[in-house]
């Protein structure tokens, strides 16, 4: 394992089969593996090659030439960085980002429901546009939250703290 790598699962879940995704929000370059592997195509390279597991799926390399982009892979490669240390739990705003740019667009309403001083899923969500709403049990990190977003959000979804 490399020095700092820190793998995470992150779960995703719907609350309907049908959901809204934005694939094209997430492209990445296409790495350099394509300009080997794209140089001199076979045969099969140039025609619908299906998976011999059986699975249905299948690929035509030679689709790949000429693209700049590709669809992201569903494991991430984040910077472990964070942007704020006045709060000890934050995530890296790059994983909060993803996952809004995948699956909302301007305008939505992004929810944290854990959202500590809000510096992370909150921040990013307003940088983006959308519209963000956190909740966050521990009063404290109400202060360091206001201070944090740009334009602060109604933040006590249940009670306000007295
Ligand atoms: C891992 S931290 C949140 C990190 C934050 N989402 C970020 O990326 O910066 C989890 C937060 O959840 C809060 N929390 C724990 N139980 C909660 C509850 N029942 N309701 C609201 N917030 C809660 C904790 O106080 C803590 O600040």
Redesign the pocket.
């Known amino acids: 394992m490399l020095p700092g790598f820190c793998p995470e699962r992150c779960l995703q879940f719907n609350k309907s089969k049908k959901f809204n995704m934005y694939q094209n929000a997430v492209m990445v370059p296409i790495g350099e593996w394509a300009k080997t592997r794209l140089k001199k195509l076979s045969d099969t390279d140039k025609m619908r090659d299906t998976s011999k597991v059986g699975s249905g799926f299948g690929k035509n390399v030679s689709n790949w030439l000429d693209r700049k982009m590709a669809y992201p892979t569903n494991v991430l490669h984040l910077a472990t960085k964070t942007g704020?240390r006045q709060?000890s739990?934050?995530?890296p705003q790059t994983l909060?980002a993803w996952f809004i740019k995948f699956f909302t667009q301007e305008y939505d309403r992004v929810l944290?429901?854990?959202?500590?001083?809000?510096?992370?899923?909150c921040q990013v969500a307003q940088s983006l546009v959308r519209h963000s709403v956190g909740?966050?049990?521990?009063h404290e990190?109400d202060e360091l939250a206001n201070a944090n977003l740009n334009n602060p959000v109604n933040y006590q979804l249940f009670e306000k703290y007295r």
Do not use: L, M, Q
Request: glycine share 10%; proline share 10%.
């Open positions: 704020n709060y739990a934050v995530f909060p944290d429901p854990f959202c500590g001083s809000g510096s992370t899923t909740i966050e049990i521990k990190y």
